[in-house]
């Protein structure tokens, strides 16, 4: 078995059963307990699982924690960075589009400035500061109202009412969590619900998340992996996480921290 293929199981059996040990999982491979160790270093420096005495365990908050946008905002920053420059090349001047709330979404509202005659519809109280402050006089910032979350984001019945009536050519959606079973994922029910609208309301989904989203599973789910027509991610995604996302979104990209694409982008 190659350790790919061996790290593949391992991670398996540490979703099905919360927790493993080197010595059983040596014993079940027929390999060392240093090869075993090896294995649960690469899957924890990739944020997969949390190394334990003698073991390991799931990582990850609970399904319901919900960080602060300026807490988020200071994590990853390079690969945000590197995630809206991508993202900012799909947009087109006098574009109607939306950006849901968080921080890689921010990021990409930094780049949107200069762009002629776009429509932006949005939620996040901070993406409409940004455009408000530094945009175009002939953009639209279009802010929904509702119910402000701990993230910045306006989220419920308000919001969801908001975006109903709306036909927007892009919508570019900030992820709390991606999973192969849960789909991509939010730790608060409202902002799924208000994040399923933004989905409907747009011709085309533009996902933006770092590698660190992958494997972490918030309470809601907002749409299914195949929903998303295009992911933009990072280049430290987890083998097994970019096989997956590339047999069921519609196209995989991947940047560097630089903002260069590397030759793994899957189309």
Do not use: C, Y
């Amino acid at each position: 078995m190659l350790a790919r293929q061996r790290q593949t199981a391992i991670l398996d059996r540490v979703r099905s059963a919360g927790g493993v040990r080197v010595t059983e999982l040596a014993a079940e491979f027929g390999v060392s307990d240093m090869t075993i160790r090896r294995d649960l270093e690469t899957l924890h420096e990739q944020g997969l699982l949390a190394k334990v005495h003698g073991g390991a365990t799931l990582t990850g908050p609970s399904s319901t924690d919900e960080p602060g946008f300026h807490a988020k905002a200071v994590r990853q920053s390079a690969e945000k960075a590197a995630i809206a420059n991508r993202a900012a090349e799909l947009v087109r001047p006098g574009a109607a589009i939306a950006l849901s709330a968080g921080t890689t979404t921010a990021e990409l509202a930094r780049r949107l400035v200069d762009v002629p005659g776009l429509t932006v519809v949005t939620n996040s109280l901070p993406v409409a500061e940004i455009l408000h402050m530094g945009g175009r006089p002939d953009q639209t910032v279009v802010l929904t109202g509702g119910v402000r979350t701990p993230s910045d984001a306006l989220v419920g019945p308000l919001a969801v009412a908001a975006i109903a009536s709306l036909h927007l050519d892009l919508l570019f959606l900030g992820v709390h969590g991606i999973s192969e079973r849960a789909g991509f994922t939010t730790p608060n029910l409202m902002e799924a619900d208000t994040d399923r609208a933004l989905v409907a309301a747009a011709d085309r989904l533009v996902v933006l998340a770092d590698h660190t989203k992958w494997g972490t599973v918030g309470i809601s789910s907002i749409v299914g992996l195949d929903a998303a027509d295009v992911l933009v991610t990072d280049d430290r995604l987890a083998p097994e996480a970019r096989r997956v996302l590339d047999e069921k979104v519609g196209e995989l990209v991947i940047v560097r921290a630089t903002g260069r694409l590397t030759e793994e982008a899957a189309e």
